[in-house]
Structures are given as structure tokens and as C-alpha cells.
């Protein structure tokens, strides 16, 4: 608690960790991932590992919400033809949750350095899907969607960083989207699975409220304005500053926590 108060009394890592948020708000909107900046900033402004979950999710439900309302209002994503999508993603989350506030803090904190280098890889060698001007609403096959959500949600529950741009490639492989509708489907799982875990967090006590809400107002901004740009087709744009930075954070955490730096 005393720690999360002096975050709160220095101005300077508060404004920091806010514009940390923003950036990963206007990112995450795009191509997904918000979570490889915030936790890597919440770590290094030194916060416990099982604190800095809880205080990510907080803030990620505040940007996830945003920028799903925001693909939801221009119809690219429909809630009737993911039901079970949304039900296996809240499940999976809330399982992910539970486990995560079991591990030892040492191994945390091993981990998360690792898991931000593999998502970062993966970002970097994967394939960048193009879009498309479909109009016609696609037919989804709803029994994919139960693997998908339980996968996805528990590992969003666990960890986190990435996930949206996990389900973003994934239901371009999986269904017939295009980009945007299926930007518009990670969007509303994300914000799902951040809610559903969330939710585990506050019970256990592992949320820094003051630090998380004002994180969670400007990945709001963030979102908003993130999302006007990757409906306008700004992928592109963002996508190899984004993961220059994620791999600049990565190395950092890895050097402080693996290394002792």
C-alpha cells in the first residue's frame, strides 16, 4: 500500500506511467498488445508482479471498453454471433486469474519478461494481414469459438501482454474476416477477459486503485483515438514503432530482473 502511495506523491512516474497508458490505449485500439507497455512501465516503476496484473487489468478494462464500443457502434462486431466466444473468453479469464495470483512472485517476474520477448517476436515475424472491403456480414462456425475464448481468456488471465493481437491473427485465420471486423472481435474479448480477471484482482486485494485509474482514463483517450485510426486503416503506420518499443522494454526487464540491474 505504501508503495503505491509514493507512486501516487511523485508526479514525475505518475505522468510517466499516464502517457505509458495513453500510448498503449491509441496502440492496443490498432493492432493490439496495449498490455507490453503498461506492465513493462508498472514493473520498472516498481511494483510487486502480482500487483502489477491486477493494476494492468484495471486499466486495460478502461481501454478495452472503450475502443469495443467504439467498433460496436460502426458494426463490426456483432455480440449474437460470438456468444460463445464471450462466455468461454469470461471463463478462461477468471481460471487464468486464479492461477495467476498462485505463483510465487520470483517466478513472475521471471516470466513476464519472457512472455513480452515471445510476443514481441511473434509480432515482428508475423504476418501483417491486409484488409478488405467486404460489406456482407461473414458466417462464423461457433463451435471454433470455445477452444479460442478458453485459450485466449486463460492466457489473458495468466499474463495478458498481446492478447488482442493474439485474437485479432487468430480469427483472421479462423473465420472469413476482414482486418477491421476482426480488430472489432479482439477488441470485445479483451475486454471480457480484462473485466473477468479484473474482477478475481480486486477480490484478492491486488489492485493499486489511484495508479490504475488514472492509467485506465488516459488508455481511454488513448483507445478512442486509436480506434478512429484503425477504423481509417492506420495498421500500418503504428506497427513498427510499436514493436521497437516493446523490444526496448522487454530487454530492460529482462536485464533487471533476470540479470540483477
Known amino acids: 500500500?505504501?508503495?503505491?502511495?509514493n507512486l501516487v506523491a511523485e508526479p514525475p512516474i505518475l505522468l510517466i506511467l499516464i502517457t505509458v497508458a495513453f500510448i498503449a490505449g491509441f496502440?492496443?485500439?490498432?493492432?493490439?498488445?496495449?498490455?507490453?507497455?503498461?506492465?513493462?512501465?508498472?514493473?520498472?516503476?516498481?511494483?510487486?508482479?502480482?500487483?502489477?496484473?491486477g493494476t494492468n487489468k484495471l486499466c486495460a478494462t478502461f481501454g478495452s471498453a472503450t475502443a469495443s464500443l467504439a467498433f460496436y457502434r460502426k458494426g463490426l462486431f456483432d455480440p449474437k454471433q460470438w456468444q460463445r466466444g464471450l462466455w468461454a473468453t469470461g471463463i478462461?479469464?477468471?481460471?487464468?486469474?486464479?492461477?495467476?495470483?498462485?505463483?510465487?512472485?520470483q517466478w513472475l517476474n521471471q516470466m513476464l519478461p519472457l512472455v513480452v520477448f515471445a510476443c514481441a517476436a511473434y509480432l515482428l515475424f508475423g504476418p501483417t494481414p491486409k484488409a478488405n472491403n467486404e460489406e456482407e456480414k461473414p458466417i462464423i462456425k461457433t463451435t471454433r469459438q470455445w477452444p479460442q475464448g478458453l485459450g485466449l481468456g486463460f492466457y489473458d488471465g495468466v499474463a495478458g501482454p498481446g492478447t488482442g493481437a493474439f485474437w485479432?491473427?487468430?480469427?483472421?485465420?479462423?473465420?472469413?474476416l476482414d482486418l477491421l471486423r476482426a480488430s472489432g472481435v479482439a477488441r470485445s474479448m479483451n475486454f471480457v477477459s480484462n473485466g473477468a480477471a479484473l474482477s478475481m484482482?480486486?477480490?484478492?486485494?491486488?489492485?493499486?486503485?489511484?495508479?490504475?485509474?488514472?492509467?485506465?482514463a488516459a488508455l481511454m483517450l488513448g483507445a478512442t483515438v486509436g480506434a478512429k485510426v484503425a477504423i481509417g486503416g492506420g495498421n500500418k503506420l503504428i506497427r513498427p514503432v510499436f514493436i521497437l518499443v516493446v523490444m526496448a522494454l522487454a530487454a530492460r526487464l529482462a536485464w533487471q530482473h533476470w540479470l540483477g540491474v
Not at 92 to 105: F, H, K, N, S
Not at 169 to 175: G, P, T
Request: charged share 0%.
Open 92 to 105: 478462461g479469464a477468471i481460471l487464468g486469474a486464479v492461477l495467476a495470483q498462485q505463483l510465487p512472485a
Open 1 to 5: 500500500m505504501s508503495l503505491t502511495l
Open 27 to 53: 496502440i492496443d485500439a490498432i493492432a493490439g498488445g496495449g498490455g507490453l507497455l503498461t506492465i513493462p512501465a508498472l514493473l520498472m516503476a516498481g511494483l510487486p508482479p502480482h500487483l502489477v496484473l
Open 168 to 176: 485479432t491473427v487468430s480469427s483472421l485465420m479462423l473465420y472469413p
Open 201 to 216: 484482482f480486486v477480490i484478492s486485494g491486488n489492485v493499486a486503485w489511484a495508479v490504475g485509474l488514472g492509467m485506465g
